[in-house]
Nanobody, 120 residues
Framework: VQLVESGGGVVQTGGSLRLSCTAS????????MGWFRQAPGKEREFVAV????????LYADSVKGRFTISRDNAKNTMYLQMNSLKPEDTAVYTC??????????????WGQGTQVTVSS
C-alpha cells in the first residue's frame, strides 16, 4: 500500500493550492481517506476526511468553508482544494487511508507528506 502526495508549495496569504494523494496497492474505494497536517513544534492535526464514495465528509473547524476534500476513485486519487490560505495553514500535509474520524491513530496507511507554506 502506498500513498503519494503532490501539489504542495509556497503561496501568498489568500491564495489557493490543490493537493493530491494517489493510492496504489489497493483500490481507493475500499477506504475512507483523509488529510492531516503538522506544523513545526506542533502536534499532528486533523484536516478533513472523505468516505469511500465521497458521500460523507468531515472537516476541522479551522478549515471549514475554506478547504474542500474530494476524490476520484477511477483515478485512485483524493484531493484537497485549499482556498483563502492563511499563514497558520503552513504545515506538512499528509494523506491517510483506512480509518475515519479526527484521531490519527485511527488510520492504517500514511503518505510521506507535502510541504505547504503560506507567506504573509
Amino acid at each position: 500500500v502506498q500513498l503519494v502526495e503532490s501539489g504542495g508549495g509556497v503561496v501568498q496569504t489568500g491564495g489557493s493550492l490543490r493537493l493530491s494523494c494517489t493510492a496504489s496497492g489497493f483500490t481507493a474505494d475500499e477506504y475512507a481517506m483523509g488529510w492531516f497536517r503538522q506544523a513545526p513544534g506542533k502536534e499532528r492535526e486533523f484536516v478533513a476526511v472523505i468516505n469511500w464514495d465521497g458521500g460523507n465528509t468531515l472537516y476541522a473547524d479551522s478549515v471549514k468553508g475554506r478547504f474542500t476534500i474530494s476524490r476520484d476513485n477511477a483515478k485512485n486519487t483524493m484531493y484537497l482544494q485549499m482556498n483563502s490560505l492563511k499563514p497558520e495553514d503552513t504545515a506538512v500535509y499528509t494523506c491517510a487511508a483506512g480509518g475515519w474520524g479526527t484521531r490519527y491513530v485511527n488510520y492504517n496507511y500514511w503518505g510521506q507528506g507535502t510541504q505547504v507554506t503560506v507567506s504573509s
